[in-house]
């Protein structure tokens, strides 16, 4: 298996965005204490799901699925939820939109279409927000690692995820919480993840 060699204009967006990563998360940091300053209280979703085991088996043939797969994923209302008269976004389904953006990102290149530097920036965001939501979860379960043989030819120890069970929440039932509160709301849908 040969080295994979990535378009120029693919190494300078990883650095563009490292530097948005690191830019937007010092930018977080001074506006958090900002909004902790005004003692804004967002409330709570009134549903604790419960919890679920997820076993990763490995990578899937085609991990990237059709878009209407992906749509399945997402309740009537994209994921919005309305409480005590305000509108949210429920932060698992901006994740899956984030990740959705990067699958579709994946699809355009391999049908050699250019990216906006809109598109970039949207993937900058999405990069720094899915990795401060997997340092917010924490997910501790181990994964074994095996002796794995690099691109370069090293032998290292190394970890795919297959055969992990995970705990997680029942995704599921917050689906279902959703698809129920939007129809206190389904006339004033017009949201978009952006």
């Not at 003692?39 to 990763?56: D, K, V």
């Not at 399945?72 to 429920?90: A, C, H, N, Q």
């Not at 181990?142 to 370069?152: I, K, W």
Request: hydrophobic letters at 40%.
């Amino acid at each position: 298996m040969g080295q994979i060699e990535f378009p120029r204009w693919m190494l300078y967006y990883l650095a563009f965005a490292f530097f948005m990563s690191a830019f937007a998360n010092i930018f977080s940091i001074v506006v958090r204490f900002e909004v902790i300053g005004f003692g804004r209280s967002t409330p709570s979703l009134p549903i604790t799901p419960h919890s679920a085991a997820l076993e990763y088996l490995g990578a899937e043939s085609d991990p990237f699925h059709s878009a209407d797969e992906w749509e399945t994923l997402y309740p009537p209302g994209k994921g919005f939820v309305r409480l005590d008269g305000s509108y949210y976004l429920i932060s698992m389904y901006h994740q899956m939109h984030c990740v959705n953006s990067f699958r579709r990102s994946i699809e355009d290149y391999r049908a050699g279409l250019n990216t906006t530097a809109l598109r970039m920036m949207h993937l900058t965001h999405c990069l720094s927000y899915l990795r401060q939501s997997i340092l917010c979860n924490a997910d501790i379960s181990l994964e074994l690692t095996s002796l794995r043989r690099t691109v370069n030819g090293e032998t290292v120890h190394a970890a795919y995820g297959g055969g992990v069970t995970h705990e997680c929440r029942d995704w599921s039932e917050v689906y279902g919480w959703l698809a129920k509160n939007h129809q206190e709301w389904k006339n004033d849908d017009n949201f978009e993840v952006l």
